[in-house]
């Protein structure tokens, strides 16, 4: 096979980057180590800033999400029994994040790659980048089955997640790694049931931090934090609903409806920059490159920063001969990554509760929720990151 753009990874990332550039006559195969069901059954994020749902749009996959997807005008924070409204309108001059699942993102992308007839291969095993530093010769193969097959290609896009293979193929010489591994995981439960609140309480607690989300207005989506040494064999149904009301202000625990889990998972919680994202004719996005704890909602948002800064550049590079976007592209999306990395940082270190937290850093925590919500100005800067810096 021979394609301009081999993006490697059938995610988020790698789905709308070559939806958008079908869209402008840009020839891409995806290669994806998963089922498409598997991918599907992925839950993860729940939160799309503005920028985000724009490129959706852009990329004619916005009619569901605008349909479905709930409008957000704020959320609350939760802290010594009381609860704090975060006013994203009023902070942000009228912007708003809508909550719209990931797994529906996905669902979105691939129905639109389906219209398009845009090549998807899943069960692609065994990826390995070949000549990425080549003008002529660059190349992917993949087996499938017991068949091993070549594509030919100009460039090629790590799209493949945080364990994919495209970003080790970069030279250990090459890539810088800087990381933060959190001394907890996030627990969290899908549930069929009515959300406890309409809009998101984050709730800080001694006992741990809690979320509660939700997908729609009968889907629930909650979380609570957990040491790294927690099994989700650990936590039956009960004893998950029984923790998470411990942790919420008594107004909202009365009120929590539990119901069975759907789904139930611990995902760990690590901060993580490669740089940098370009190497040769290879370009990473999204969780290839980096990873942030969810606490921001910051990890799709981001994927598809970088995916706004790749898509314009290759569009440039393909549609007029200019390459500043593909040579600045590492660049430019890393002044944002960081951002993002700083945000999500900020937000864990502010709700969590750290094992064996020094007497100090657990007054100066508490100090930064005082000034937090005392001040309108502290406010704003939360939600300008929260709604999502311009691209
Ligand atoms: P993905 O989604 O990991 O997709 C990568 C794809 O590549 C495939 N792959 C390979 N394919 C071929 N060959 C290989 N060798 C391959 N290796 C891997 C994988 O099978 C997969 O299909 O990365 P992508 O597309 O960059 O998307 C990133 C997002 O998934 C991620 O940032 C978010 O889910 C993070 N996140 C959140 N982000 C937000 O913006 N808002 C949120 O509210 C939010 N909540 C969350 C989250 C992540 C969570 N977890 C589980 C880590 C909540 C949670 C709990
Ligand atoms: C989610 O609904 O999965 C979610 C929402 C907000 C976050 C993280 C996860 O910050």
Not at 176 to 199: A, H, N
Not at 362 to 372: I, K, V
């Amino acid at each position: 096979m021979k394609t301009s753009v081999c993006i490697v990874g059938g995610g988020p990332s790698g789905l709308l980057l070559s939806q958008l550039l079908h869209l402008q006559g840009i020839e891409t195969v995806v290669l994806e180590r998963q089922s498409r069901e598997y991918v599907l059954s992925r839950i993860r994020a729940g939160v799309l800033e503005r920028g985000f749902a724009a490129l959706m749009r852009q990329a004619q996959c916005g009619e569901r999400m605008d349909r479905e997807g709930e409008v957000h005008d704020g959320f609350f924070i939760a802290h010594g029994g009381q609860q704090h409204r975060i006013d994203l309108h009023k902070f942000s001059g009228g912007s708003s994040v809508l909550v719209y699942g990931q797994t529906e993102v996905t669902r979105d992308l691939y129905a639109a790659r389906d219209l398009l007839q845009g090549v998807v291969v899943h069960n692609a095993e065994d990826v390995q980048l070949h000549d990425l530093k080549s003008s002529t010769g660059t190349y992917v193969t993949y087996r499938q089955g017991d068949e091993t097959l070549r594509i030919d290609c100009d460039y090629v896009v790590g799209a493949d997640g945080f364990h994919g293979v495209s970003r080790k193929s970069i030279p250990r010489d090459v890539l810088r790694e800087y990381e933060k591994v959190y001394p907890f995981g996030w627990l969290g439960v899908l549930s069929r049931t009515k959300p406890v609140s309409p809009e998101l309480i984050y709730a800080r607690h001694a006992r741990g931090f809690a979320l509660c989300s939700l997908r729609s207005q009968v889907l629930s989506r909650y979380y609570i934090q957990v040491p790294l040494t927690d099994r989700v064999e650990d936590w039956s149904d009960a004893a998950f609903w029984d923790e998470l009301q411990r942790r919420l202000p008594s107004s909202i625990a009365g009120q929590l409806v539990t119901g069975p889990s759907i789904e139930k998972s611990i995902a760990p919680l690590r901060s993580y920059v490669a740089e940098p994202m370009r190497y040769g004719n290879l370009f990473l996005a999204g969780d290839a490159a980096h990873i942030v704890p969810p606490t921001g909602a910051r990890g799709l948002n981001t994927a598809g920063s970088d995916v706004h800064y790749l898509y314009q550049a290759l569009v440039a590079h393909y549609r007029k001969g200019d390459d500043t976007g593909l040579d600045r592209y590492s660049e430019q999306a890393l002044a944002r990554v960081w951002k993002a990395q700083r945000f999500s940082w900020w937000m864990t270190n502010l709700l969590h509760t750290y094992p064996d937290q020094p007497a100090y850093d657990q007054q100066l925590q508490a100090t930064e929720l005082a000034y937090l919500f005392s001040s309108e100005k502290a406010q704003a800067a939360l939600v300008e990151n929260y709604v999502g810096l311009p691209y």
